[in-house]
C-alpha cells in the first residue's frame, strides 16, 4: 500500500512567521511531488511541484525534496492570515498516473 | 483558474438512488482522474481515464463507474447510494505532455 504521511497538526503559527509543513511517504518509485493548498469547503489548487532533490522556491513558498529519507516539505515565509488552509502533499508514481494524497495539514496564521 | 468545470455544485440524494457527476476541461486535456473527499480526509483516487479508456482504479466498488467522451468531458455514476458515499468528488485533468492535475470546484455529495 502506498502511503502519503501528514502525521503533524494543526498547526498555528503568528502573522510573518515561517511555517513548516511536513511529508513522508512510502514508495521509494516515487517520482513527482506537489502541494496543494485547500481552503475550507474550496478545491485543492497548487502551490508547488518538485521532481529533483533540492530546495525549490517560488516566491515566499519553498518546497524541499529528500528522496533517500522519503521525504517532502514546504516552508512558507511572512505567512499571512491568508495562508489559513489545509495543505495536503500528493505524491505520483508515474508520468500518467493518480496522485496520492496525504490526509493534509491545517495552519492557522494568527494575526 | 483551472479550466475544470464540475457540475452540479451540490446534490442531495437519498440511500439507494442513482447519481451522475460531470466534469469538463479545455482542449488536449486527454486525462481525467476522480477522486472523492470525505470531510477531514486527503482525496481518495476512484479511477482515471485516458482516451477514453479506464487506465488505472483505486480501491472503490463497481457501482462506481465513469466515462470519458471525445470533447473531453467525463462522467461519474454512482450506483445504489450508501450514507458513506457522502463526500466531495473532485474532478482533475491534464494533458499528456504536462504532469500537473487541475481541479475543477467539486461536487459536494450529500446522501440521507
Known amino acids: 500500500q502506498k502511503e502519503v504521511e501528514q502525521n503533524s497538526g494543526p498547526l498555528s503559527v503568528p502573522e510573518g512567521a515561517i511555517a513548516s509543513l511536513n511529508c513522508t511517504y512510502s514508495?521509494?518509485?516515487?517520482?513527482?511531488f506537489f502541494w496543494y493548498r485547500q481552503y475550507s469547503g474550496k478545491s485543492p489548487e497548487l502551490i508547488m511541484s518538485?521532481?529533483?532533490?533540492g530546495d525549490k522556491e517560488d516566491g515566499r513558498f519553498t518546497a524541499q525534496l529528500n528522496k533517500a529519507s522519503q521525504y517532502v516539505s514546504l516552508l512558507i515565509r511572512d505567512s499571512q492570515p491568508s495562508d489559513s488552509a489545509t495543505y495536503l502533499c500528493a505524491v505520483k508514481y508515474g508520468a500518467n498516473s493518480k496522485l496520492t494524497f496525504g490526509k493534509g495539514i491545517t495552519l492557522s496564521v494568527r494575526p | 483558474e483551472t479550466g475544470v468545470t464540475q457540475s452540479p455544485t451540490h446534490l442531495i440524494k437519498t440511500r439507494g438512488q442513482q447519481v451522475t457527476l460531470r466534469c469538463s476541461s479545455q482542449s488536449g486535456h486527454n486525462t481525467v482522474s476522480w477522486y472523492q473527499q470525505a470531510l477531514g480526509q486527503g482525496p481518495q483516487f476512484i479511477f482515471q481515464?485516458?482516451?477514453?479508456?479506464?487506465?488505472g482504479r483505486g480501491n472503490f466498488p463497481p457501482r462506481f463507474s465513469g466515462l470519458q467522451f471525445p470533447n473531453y468531458s467525463s462522467e461519474l455514476n454512482v450506483n445504489a447510494l450508501e450514507l458513506d458515499d457522502s463526500a466531495l468528488y473532485l474532478c482533475a485533468t491534464n494533458t499528456e505532455a504536462k504532469n500537473i492535475q487541475y481541479f475543477g470546484a467539486g461536487t459536494r455529495l450529500s446522501v440521507l
Open positions: 481515464y485516458y482516451r477514453e479508456e479506464e487506465n
Open positions: 518538485i521532481y529533483s532533490n
Open positions: 514508495d521509494r518509485g516515487s517520482q513527482s
